[in-house]
């Protein structure tokens, strides 16, 4: 049997006129609210679609509902041995612009200033940042041990993939994701060696990883940990639930 009141996340939505509820396996029940509304309402709405919601009850119950994943204080680019501070200073933006801004300020300091409550703008100014940094840092980088191993490609993109580091295609065109500046130097330098041995092997032959050891002398320790360099990488930046809150079940 489903508690009840049951368990919920509210979701702001700028365009929603009126309250509505949504289900489904990755979020369990949500109650989407316009910007204006009275918790007492989302009470009234419950009850009245009780029936509906227990029906489907097992989703809810099985639900991996979002824990609220807060913007960092501090931000720490393993891959440069730098660490960010950042601040949010709530203020009003003249015009209508972006809700929130981002200025750069001298000692690794990042100020987000504006509608900072807007998380989702927040977060997405910051994976800006993130990205403009490695622009700035992984493609000399690259171009770097491109020159020491005399293994040039044409050209860079710098992306946000989900579940990559990098890749390489028949063309030598290099995507890098902005997130390997979160890994320790020795795995960033891992994969970019890595990238460019796919200019010359298409795959992950033999061959491919006799050509990595030449640069690498740890690559087979990199081969087998691959998979969990993604802890490195704080929830903040994958987290598509930044503004997903948690009410207090008290209030209904
Ligand atoms: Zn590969």
């Not at 931000?75 to 929130?100: A, D, M």
């Not at 990098?166 to 997130?179: A, P, R």
Request: aromatic share 10%; glycine share 4%; net charge positive.
């Amino acid at each position: 049997m489903l508690q009840w009141p049951p368990p919920f996340t509210i979701k702001q939505s700028a365009r929603a006129k009126h309250l509505q509820l949504q289900i489904s396996e990755r979020k369990g029940l949500e109650v989407i609210v316009p910007r204006r509304y009275r918790h007492t309402d989302i009470e009234a709405l419950l009850n009245s679609k009780r029936t509906w919601i227990e029906k489907h009850a097992a989703i809810i119950h099985d639900a991996n509902v979002p824990v609220e994943i807060a913007l960092p204080k501090e931000i720490s680019l393993r891959g440069l041995e730098e660490v960010w501070q950042v601040r949010y200073e709530p203020c009003v933006l003249r015009g209508r612009g972006k809700p929130v801004k981002l200025l750069l300020r001298p000692q690794q300091q990042i100020s987000i200033y504006g509608y900072v409550d807007n998380k989702d703008a927040c977060q997405k100014l910051l994976l800006q940042w993130l990205a403009s940094m490695a622009e700035r840092y992984l493609i000399p980088w690259l171009d770097r041990l491109s020159e020491q191993t005399e293994l040039g490609y044409k050209d860079v993109i710098i992306r946000g993939q989900r579940t990559r580091w990098g890749s390489c295609s028949s063309e030598k065109v290099i995507n890098l994701n902005y997130k390997l500046l979160f890994l320790p130097p020795e795995h960033v330098v891992n994969t970019l060696l890595h990238e460019l041995c796919h200019t010359v092997y298409m795959n992950h032959s033999a061959q491919f990883w006799q050509l990595l050891a030449r640069f690498d002398a740890n690559w087979q320790y990199f081969r087998n940990n691959r998979k969990d360099l993604s802890t490195y990488v704080p929830a903040w930046v994958e987290a598509d639930e930044i503004t997903a809150e948690h009410l207090p079940q008290a209030i209904i």
